[in-house]
């Protein structure tokens, strides 16, 4: 079975530190890979997407990630952190084979400190 | 203005009760979700429907019944037979045919007292 799989839960950083969060599949075949953010009191809303071509993507806000097929990774990244980037991050994954389902890593959790 | 609605957005039942939550979308997208999301498990998929009067289970179904009457309307009830159903519960659409992003209503919390 297809499955996501994000290495950190929860994570504090300094605001100006440089954020990685880790994103793992389990899936041979092509993907289209996202990373979607949920702020404090907000909707769930994309952050990036990877669909082909350049495997760094950028996104919103600074944001960017890299697809690694050779890892099965689409690792998000963001050279420098503000407070306003507090907030719940899901990586997603769609398999190709597998229609319109999406898959759902079990989220990030990043409080950054002001 | 385009997008998801929910309602309500605080929902509280007894238990034994059967509940129904409203999802409405405007953007004319073919497919629909509805997700339960629960602290430190992410989203996962209750029910889909990549068009009108057809739909299909997700991961975790069961307890839970949908209709698809209408392309824009996809209500999810969460029945007595749902063993654990407080949670917060988000639906979605997206666009058919492309492998697109979804788009999030902003969610129903669901307490069962």
């Known amino acids: 079975a297809q499955s996501v799989s994000q290495h950190n839960h929860h994570v504090i950083l300094s605001e100006a530190a440089s954020l990685e969060l880790g994103c793992n599949y389990s899936?041979?075949?092509?993907?289209?890979l996202f990373w979607y953010v949920q702020y404090p009191g907000q909707h769930l809303q994309l952050l990036l997407k990877y669909f082909s071509g350049d495997p760094l993507v950028k996104g919103i806000k600074g944001f960017e990630a890299e697809f690694i097929k050779s890892k099965f990774s689409f690792n998000l990244r963001k050279p420098s952190v503000q407070w306003s980037d507090t907030a719940e991050y899901f990586c997603?994954?769609?398999?190709?084979?597998?229609?319109?389902?999406?898959?759902f890593g079990a989220g990030t959790r990043l409080f950054v400190k002001a | 203005d385009g997008g998801i609605t929910q309602s309500p957005k605080y929902l509280f039942r007894k238990e034994g009760q059967n509940v129904t939550l409203s999802c409405e979308q405007n953007l004319n997208h073919d497919a629909m979700y509805w997700y339960r999301q629960d602290p430190g498990q992410g989203l996962r998929l209750i029910y889909y429907?990549?068009?009108?009067?057809?739909?299909q289970k997700g991961d975790i179904a069961e307890g839970y019944s949908v209709s698809r009457e209408k392309k824009e309307s996809f209500p999810l009830t969460v029945t007595s037979a749902q063993k654990n159903p407080t949670a917060f519960y988000l639906c979605?659409?997206?666009?058919?045919?492309?492998?697109?992003?979804?788009?999030f209503g902003p969610g129903t919390r669901l307490t069962v007292l």
């Open positions: 429907s990549q068009i009108v009067n057809d739909f």
């Open positions: 979605a659409s997206r666009p058919g045919q492309e492998y697109n992003e979804q788009f």
């Open positions: 899936y041979g075949g092509t993907v289209n």
């Open positions: 997603a994954v769609n398999a190709h084979t597998g229609g319109f389902k999406t898959i």
